[in-house]
């Protein structure tokens, strides 16, 4: 049965930091891109960022950029998103997702929202208080 698990979120206030992680299991996590999006009320879903399972090439979205960093141990079948300088703008529950497709064609087409992932966890939520 294939499981991602996140957690990490909470309140924090505007410039501070969060770290999500996302366990995976039920594939073989190393030959997966893994991606995380976000949805708030009242706006549409946001692929924000996505690493490559091929070449461990990192994206973003442009709201997100220079800001978030996503990472993932595939000794430990985790990912990881790191968010810095957080704005009230990013709250949103954080979902991670996964999907056997790869590479940079595959994460910036999830990005853009061309593409969808194939499997994703339950959420997790970060509120950011002004």
């Known amino acids: 049965e294939v499981q991602l698990v996140e957690s990490g979120g909470g309140l924090v206030q505007a410039g501070g930091s969060l770290r999500l992680s996302c366990a995976v299991s039920?594939?073989?996590?190393?030959?997966?891109?893994v991606g995380w999006f976000r949805q708030a009320p009242g706006k549409e879903r946001e692929v924000v960022s996505c690493?490559?399972?091929?070449?461990?090439?990192?994206y973003y979205g442009d709201s997100v950029k220079g800001r978030f960093t996503i990472s993932r141990d595939n000794a430990k079948n985790t990912a990881y998103l790191q968010m810095d300088s957080l704005k009230p703008e990013d709250t949103a529950v954080y979902y991670c997702?996964?999907?056997?497709?790869?590479?940079?064609?595959?994460?910036?087409?999830?990005?853009?929202?061309?593409?969808?992932?194939?499997?994703r966890g339950k959420g997790t939520l970060v509120t950011v208080s002004s």
């Open positions: 039920g594939f073989t996590f190393d030959e997966y891109a």
């Open positions: 690493i490559s399972s091929s070449d461990g090439g990192d």
């Open positions: 997702a996964a999907d056997s497709r790869h590479g940079f064609y595959y994460c910036e087409g999830a990005i853009s929202g061309r593409f969808g992932m194939a499997y």
